[in-house]
């Protein structure tokens, strides 16, 4: 099985680490790549963003059927173009965040998701809506770190991200911890770690992993979205510069 | 004041209609324009159409506001970019289905949209959960005539749109109709006077009129949507070919 | 147009101040009159209050109707009387506050109401369920200022107001604020810039004046509440005191 | 314990039959009496009706309270002026419908209204919004019986309740009926057996007896409703004709 | 009318301090007796311990009905069995907790539950999910005492009780208070007495009391829960050791 | 990775097909056994039949744990035991059907569950509440064959799942069916391809597969429920016939 790993920037640099996080949980015989897109912006941090990164991730996961690969995990919290992507392809296409919820709402009562920039807690929190798992979260809190100095300082992002899942079990009554910060892939054992020895049992879950697993579990099943809700559409006269566009 | 509507579309020859639909219920002393997409496709019915066309719409939003207009209406029932236009944007921003859809739900118990696809349906009641009104809510319905068809034969399509909005009535408890097709527009008391003729006492509204006189009403009273949901966003690289993206 | 505003209480005192409020964002052709119950009481804070009112507003509601006016606005908070209006007029019958909120719903996520007492926040919150709007309020909250010291100390009051608007923003979520005490009105602007200095980008909306936008554009577009919803009820044998009820 | 029941209308010729509805399931040493309206309407089938009948109920339900009585039901499914006057009392004061739709929701999964006329169906639907029930609403249904031959033909009108309670049963999934006319009060049984019959084993309830039992339930426990929830209200100046009002 | 408590544990000693909590809000002629498990374990704190409770506790219902009882009562806030007991018994089975929430939600406008242990918590919310009624649950608090220490110091367990109820009030909005542990029943009037002291005019409700009349009333309509939702199940073959178990 | 099945019945016989549809989406390298009970009935058609299985399920689950399995399912959709089994156990511990209808939430806009009685359809209903999925769920259907004929005719079991199928996804809007009787396990893809047959583009999901793949996905991730939310709990003196119980 070969999964494509979409990055939805421009920002080639974080190909290997992204690479790593979704390797993490995959089945051996599980081959994955990544690419980057041509055009876009170098990282998603609003409605605007994903405006400008959608037709490129299109055109990504329609290059990405045509050569083949069984499925795509788009590698962003906020899912972008998960849907439009699901009209135009037939194998299963997923993002990060979708999975990782339901999985939490599986595995515990309330949860809560960690970001990064405090404009981002409306649009996750618009997110749940639109997953229809509203009832199931306790918090979206951020971390309040610029996120400049994010990577600079690994100690003490990790540290500010055990404070504030504290917090959201404190406070907000959270059994499960997402963290929703691609800085943070690959650490929800040692969070949990640290939130169980100051007496919080709960449970923190990767979400690079859990796309993986999904993706890889649906894949094997022989399953992808309902064509009854994402209808393939179409071709259609379309206008676009330079890129090779999906029709 | 000058309210810019923007073709989220690459079909020019709409303009003259869709510039008519909006100055129907405006005040007569409102200036009105129209602009259409350089790039994008020539309709919306689809996820994916919407994904190609909205980095237009913004360019086209951040022109409008930087030509000193008031305010921006995006001319499609699917309200396309308004929320990421709005982070680009101080000045109100919005589409004909979200205004059409709250005065629906206050003029009556519950509403139903006319839509012209059956592959539609799914992508408007999705619309209406995000927007919260699901409760209102009675159906979403669609005509099942081929696009091509519904201006060949407007007496035809204003026929079927009748019947179909008698069945939300009787079968599904609509209290007020939206006739959410483009074709449809300004045929509202129409509708009203043939549903009334056959003893159906409903209302029955035309999105266009709702959106000019919503933004109307914004504009002079001095409001905009809250800059805390929709932060401005700081200016960032990105990488786009030939048109001028909204940074 | 004529727009008659119905004060629902038997305070004479509040006509040329009410009819100022709603005045403010009314255009230039539209005529606005006022008129005030015989019966009743001096103001609205209860449901005994609402129960002693509504009598007096149907009778000056269908007296309106009778001598031509094209719409009706009920000068209170509560929306008293408006459903029941509804079903002996044929002209638009609004309050402000159902508007208000369905406004405040489009431009922000979550709103605040402001109001005068802490015995008034139950029933507001039963009427947000009412509009079925509950998901995007974020509190309300009361300034619990003695109503006697309202008008007294208007510095102060506004000074209260803009606290309570914080604390609403701070620790409530709200995004957009809607000052629903009487006092109030035509403040709007002066505490969103008020809370705009603070660091908190809100929009603040002025009932009075989406309501009377709202009858406005409603009337000037030939509509009306669904009489599906608001069935005109044949007439029927009464028996009442002194005053001429509606039949 | 002594209930007073208020007859919400003017029509004092069913006072004897009312009584017997509420009596037939109260305790032996319960004290039941009935009163009439001074001022109001006939019958109630409308928010108008509703409006015009309120401060009546209020006046006798304050006069109940000064002569010692324990309990006050108002004898309609509509629940009149039940919030309102737990402002103005002590004692528990009680509609039928409240209580008979929570029992409902104990007894079965969803569960149907019948009422008499087509036009009450809005209303009642919103009622059970506004209890909280909605969830398990199967359905409200019209006996569409014209209301004067409600009562000519019994055997008639008991018939189409039991097709109708059927068409609940089957088609709307209801598993507990709730026969809202008064023209039925006491019929339940009789309607479970006929139902019985048909093979559908579902629960019937009879709203006024379920009134009855709840009112001597909380009296005896020595409860009432939350004075935090209806304040009492300071009195207050009021220009009223004729009738003494509750202040 | 004879009401069969069974006490749902294993633990005899509790027998008579129970039977006199249900009898408190009997009927004179009301004939109470109580039984207690024959297998299963000393008290219920969690999922592990309703699951072997659950059979002793259908064999002494099977047993209610064949002794001739008229309507049977499981003596715990997690109502444990109620549902199955349904379906192999035609009279009606109530636990206290599901009538208690109900009658909280008609008396005001938000409840909370108090609760011995923190770790029941969660356990009590889904309870609340599950009856529907999570619109109107303020919070469910915990007193925080060892269970060993509650009987020893009754004066301390009430003012635990009450000063976690008065956080209730002020912090989560609670109108009305339902206290939910054993060690409570028959305290509701002190409580509530003691939070009118401290100016919160809240109803404090008593659940075997509710649980008393609730049964009363529903046994005496004819009434009982509807067979549909809770079928009568086929005799099936099994295989127990020791206690004859229902088929 | 070792998975444990739960038969959570005494049937023996079924071992063998059980193990084959878990078996199905397996990771070649996952071992899987399986195990019956000791006590219980013969198959699990009603909340009776749940009560009196779930103390050998537990005892089973125990033993797993004990005997160093990695992960628990128990097989059957009502998923019985789970939340018990959770508090006892450290290892995941899953049923089929709540993971299989977060699939399918993931998977399209509505999912339609078949079952084999009409008896279970509420039950079903229910049991989709608490998940929090009802918005999703288009409808349970039955297939309505006497449970002794679904394995003696195959073919016309799966022509009427086909034909149920057909009307979920025509009438009720399904999107995604999942075939949730045991008999159809492993036939989703066969069912799939018969629908698109007739045009229904809908997807087919099969229970026992997802409940592998997300238990080994659970598994080797290293994670498990919330202790929080079904904490471990003190041992406890039981009394119980002739079964090691788990304390």
């Given at each position: 099985m070969h999964i494509r790993i979409i990055n939805?920037?421009?920002?080639?640099?974080w190909e290997q680490e992204s690479l790593d996080a979704y390797r993490?949980?995959?089945?051996?015989d599980t081959e994955m790549s990544i690419t980057t897109l041509?055009?876009?912006?170098?990282?998603?941090?609003?409605h605007r963003d994903l405006a400008v990164v959608i037709p490129g991730i299109l055109a990504r996961a329609v290059e990405a059927q045509d050569e083949g690969v069984d499925a795509v995990i788009v590698d962003c919290m906020l899912d972008p173009a998960v849907r439009s992507a699901r009209e135009l392809l037939d194998i299963p296409v997923f993002g990060p965040a979708e999975p990782t919820m339901h999985l939490a709402a599986m595995l515990g009562n309330r949860f809560s998701v960690l970001t990064?920039?405090?404009?981002?807690v409306a649009m996750v929190e618009q997110q749940v809506d639109r997953y229809g798992l509203s009832r199931r979260l306790a918090s979206v809190r951020s971390l309040e770190i610029p996120v400049m100095e994010l990577d600079d300082d690994m100690d003490r992002t990790l540290l500010v991200a055990i404070e504030v899942s504290a917090s959201a079990v404190k406070d907000?009554?959270?059994?499960v911890i997402i963290p929703?910060?691609?800085?943070?892939?690959?650490?929800a054992r040692l969070i949990q770690a640290a939130l169980s020895d100051r007496g919080f049992d709960v449970t923190v879950i990767d979400p690079p992993s859990v796309a993986t697993r999904t993706v890889e579990a649906v894949t094997s099943m022989g399953l992808s979205h309902s064509k009854r809700t994402y209808p393939s559409r179409a071709p259609k006269p379309y206008r676009w510069p330079g890129l090779l566009l999906p029709t």
């Amino acid at each position: 099985m070969h999964i494509r790993i979409i990055n939805p920037t421009i920002t080639t640099s974080w190909e290997q680490e992204s690479l790593d996080a979704y390797r993490l949980a995959a089945a051996p015989d599980t081959e994955m790549s990544i690419t980057t897109l041509e055009q876009g912006t170098v990282s998603l941090e609003s409605h605007r963003d994903l405006a400008v990164v959608i037709p490129g991730i299109l055109a990504r996961a329609v290059e990405a059927q045509d050569e083949g690969v069984d499925a795509v995990i788009v590698d962003c919290m906020l899912d972008p173009a998960v849907r439009s992507a699901r009209e135009l392809l037939d194998i299963p296409v997923f993002g990060p965040a979708e999975p990782t919820m339901h999985l939490a709402a599986m595995l515990g009562n309330r949860f809560s998701v960690l970001t990064v920039l405090g404009s981002l807690v409306a649009m996750v929190e618009q997110q749940v809506d639109r997953y229809g798992l509203s009832r199931r979260l306790a918090s979206v809190r951020s971390l309040e770190i610029p996120v400049m100095e994010l990577d600079d300082d690994m100690d003490r992002t990790l540290l500010v991200a055990i404070e504030v899942s504290a917090s959201a079990v404190k406070d907000d009554g959270a059994d499960v911890i997402i963290p929703g910060c691609t800085c943070l892939a690959g650490k929800a054992r040692l969070i949990q770690a640290a939130l169980s020895d100051r007496g919080f049992d709960v449970t923190v879950i990767d979400p690079p992993s859990v796309a993986t697993r999904t993706v890889e579990a649906v894949t094997s099943m022989g399953l992808s979205h309902s064509k009854r809700t994402y209808p393939s559409r179409a071709p259609k006269p379309y206008r676009w510069p330079g890129l090779l566009l999906p029709t």
